[in-house]
């Protein structure tokens, strides 16, 4: 255990102005307020925070960051509080101290729950103060460089596999590179033992051949940049084994096939002699294809400088090489600790490299549980990453496999709800496109678009998918609320009664609902029956009389329930006269969904079906699939499409299977007739083929069933179409 004069000697060796004063008397209230506590391994507890306050002295912190590192554990382990802290050394270092104990104070038991509450609180406190993130990585590492003391070797995994996925990325993210690697290496040690033998197996083989290679090739190398007139220092180093495992996995690779295994540290006094360098090795030496990367220009996020490259250099070997500055290099190592500058104010957290800072915030903001968060941030942070531009020339740096969609909602949240396409590199390409480094994409955007609930499918920033998700659920939850209130009042109507919010409020409690709104959204959503809250209201109403329909269908015979729930024919004004639901307005895949397989057009007499947890799906009075609700008529609503012919912008899918003949020609043919008749093939598939013919089942875009009508009847008249038929289930 480190002892009180060497800590206060270590953090004074690179701040002389450092308050000892503060720094003893930490020390000391830290060790009394632990007493007697031990750790797992035997040792006392006040051992873990001294190699905290240590770690965070390697990092050269402040004095207020090393006091939090030695007092981190106190609220939480000891009967220390917050108001003593804040007394005896500040509010600013008991701010601090509150900040680290409160990602652990949950005890929830999911521990998955547990990992994404405690993530949500780092955010939160870090967003406002870097150190206390700083803090907890110490804590983390030294905990990581102990967890072999731990006797359950589930819970020593389920430590390592947290490590490896949230605070290895973080310590990434602030430019922390040697904390990352020695946080992966450790965790990897416990998530993978036979990988680790492995890698380190063939290790051994190239430290034997590397004893007598690295020097040879340094020299070389030396010698090169000398003949050019450069004074340099080189520093061979060998991959870890995990970054080895890693790239091995990702680039299904084998051991032999890497590359940069063997990589040399160039130093140099500045940029332009980093270029210098760099020109003279490419001079020299056969350059490896696409392994040139320059992170001077545009640096990563997390402000990392550098150039790289890959070359067959001396003694034929396949080497990476790293050219940078001292600066560069303390930065690369330490990140944000490098320049920590605290005693004048500190690093803000609104810098560029804490652009991903500021968008954890907002999927915060957007993300209605923990575990959706976890998810989302876990999104933010992994992937290998392209770095795209404005029109303007702003960088933007988004995960591999990045969308149009993706770079929307990282310009602004505004920027993506209303993106309706894209130029990129001037050419207009489809919003699922893959963005590439150096792409610039300039987005078009329109006031009346909203998120498309399919944009989900292909965006892949944790930032896109939580507001495209916060979306929907807000939408979706008017469409219930809309389409409950329709329920209500045709069920409390049917009765001789009114659905008031007072008699709604007044047993929303029965249903375990906070408000009436929610109330009304579980009907909408099919979680509760319109006719369990009218006989909530009206508990003398306790079966349906004789004629009358309960939840808002009849509970009648299947073939009567069919009767009556397309009675009003083609819809429109007469919908609403027959009682019926109008559907029209709800946004499909919303609260209502169209069944695939009858695919319902305005116009087609149809029936409603309540699903749990859905709201409705819509069929055709004469599908099939209607069979199998026949025991269950209290499902069933009358609904019609209403004003049939308004609204026409909107398309439905329409599906035909259609006898082509097997000729030159056929396909254009058919495609010509459905584009003249304003129709779209959203799909075409081919069921049956033979020398004479094909049949093929095609989706077809329509406003409606005369829409389609027309369509058919312009195929039929087509000489290379052989039959046409509106395809059932």
Not at 151 to 176: F, H, Q, V
Request: charged share 25%; with cysteine; glycine share 8%.
């Amino acid at each position: 255990m480190i002892r009180q004069f060497e800590l206060v000697e270590r953090v004074q060796s690179y701040d002389p102005e450092a308050d000892e004063d503060v720094l003893n008397r930490a020390y000391v209230y830290g060790l009394k307020k632990h007493g007697n506590q031990l750790r797992a391994s035997g040792d006392p507890y006040f051992s873990h925070p001294v190699e905290v306050a240590g770690i965070l002295a390697e990092m050269r912190l402040d004095t207020a960051s090393i006091v939090t590192g030695l007092l981190h554990d106190t609220l939480e382990d000891t009967d220390a509080t917050r108001d003593e802290i804040a007394g005896l050394f500040g509010e600013n270092i008991a701010r601090l101290v509150d900040g680290v104990t409160k990602l652990s104070r949950l005890e929830i038991q999911s521990e998955s729950t547990k990992e994404a509450e405690n993530l949500r609180k780092l955010v939160l406190a870090m967003s406002s103060d870097i150190r206390v993130l700083l803090v907890k990585l110490a804590d983390r590492l030294h905990n990581m460089r102990t967890l072999r003391h731990i006797k359950e070797p589930a819970r020593r995994k389920r430590i390592a596999r947290e490590t490896m996925d949230l605070y290895a990325p973080l310590a990434s993210r602030i430019g922390m590179e040697k904390v990352k690697r020695e946080l992966e290496e450790l965790a990897f040690a416990e998530l993978n033992p036979d990988g680790l033998a492995s890698v380190e197996a063939r290790l051994g083989y190239l430290r034997e051949r590397g004893e007598r290679l690295v020097p040879q090739i340094e020299a070389e190398l030396i010698k090169t940049l000398k003949d050019g007139g450069l004074n340099a220092q080189i520093q061979g180093r060998e991959k870890t084994p995990y970054s080895i495992w890693r790239k091995m996995q990702t680039k299904n690779v084998s051991f032999e096939q890497l590359a940069d295994i063997m990589a040399f540290r160039i130093l140099v006094d500045d940029v332009a002699q980093c270029y210098q360098a760099l020109g003279l090795l490419h001079g020299r030496y056969q350059v490896l294809p696409q392994r040139f990367k320059d992170y001077i220009s545009v640096p990563k996020p997390n402000g990392y400088r550098s150039l790289h490259t890959g070359v067959i250099g001396p003694l034929g070997q396949r080497i990476e090489i790293q050219i940078r500055t001292g600066e560069m290099q303390d930065q690369a190592e330490r990140g944000v600790a490098a320049h920590w500058i605290y005693k004048q104010g500190g690093p803000s957290t609104d810098a560029p490299q804490y652009a991903w800072l500021r968008s954890l915030i907002d999927i915060l903001d957007k993300a209605p549980n923990a575990e959706e968060f976890l998810e989302h941030t876990k999104l933010e942070m992994f992937q290998d990453q392209v770095f795209c531009f404005t029109p303007k020339g702003k960088l933007i740096a988004l995960p591999r496999g990045a969308t149009p969609i993706d770079f929307a909602y990282a310009v602004h949240s505004q920027v993506g709800d209303t993106c309706v396409g894209s130029k990129i590199n001037g050419r207009m390409l489809p919003l699922r496109t893959q963005l590439a480094n150096g792409d610039q994409v300039e987005i078009v955007t329109s006031r009346a678009q909203t998120p498309s609930p399919t944009w989900e499918r292909f965006v892949v920033t944790g930032k896109a998918k939580a507001a495209i998700r916060r979306f929907i659920r807000m939408r979706q939850r008017e469409q219930y609320i809309q389409l409950g209130k329709s329920l209500l009042d045709k069920t409390f109507h049917e009765e001789g009664y009114e659905a008031t919010e007072k008699g709604l409020d007044g047993v929303r409690a029965n249903f375990k609902q906070t408000t009436t709104d929610d109330l009304v959204a579980a009907v909408g959503a099919g979680l509760v029956g319109a006719r369990e809250v009218l006989t909530a209201v009206y508990p003398g109403l306790k079966q349906p009389r004789p004629g009358s329909r309960g939840g808002g269908a009849d509970v009648v015979p299947i073939s009567r329930a069919r009767s009556k729930a397309g009675k009003a024919g083609e819809g429109g004004r007469a919908a609403k006269e027959a009682g019926q639901i109008a559907i029209r307005g709800l946004i499909p895949g919303m609260a209502v969904h169209f069944a695939r397989c009858c695919h319902p057009l305005p116009g087609d007499r149809i029936v409603g079906i309540i699903t749990t947890g859905k709201g409705v799906t819509i069929h055709t009075i004469d599908c099939a699939t209607l069979e199998s609700f026949s025991e269950a008529p209290e499902r069933w609503i009358d609904v019609g499409w209403d004003s049939v012919g308004e609204g026409a912008a909107t398309a439905y899918t329409g599906r035909l299977k259609i006898t082509v003949a097997n000729q030159p020609g056929s396909l254009s043919s058919l495609s010509t007739v459905i584009a003249r008749h304003e129709g779209n093939i959203s799909n075409l598939r081919i069921v049956n083929r033979s020398m004479d013919f094909f049949d093929m089942v095609i989706d077809v875009e329509v406003a409606d069933v005369k829409h389609l009508a027309d369509i058919t009847a312009a195929l039929r008249a087509t000489p290379a179409i052989n039959a046409v038929e509106r395809a059932r289930n």
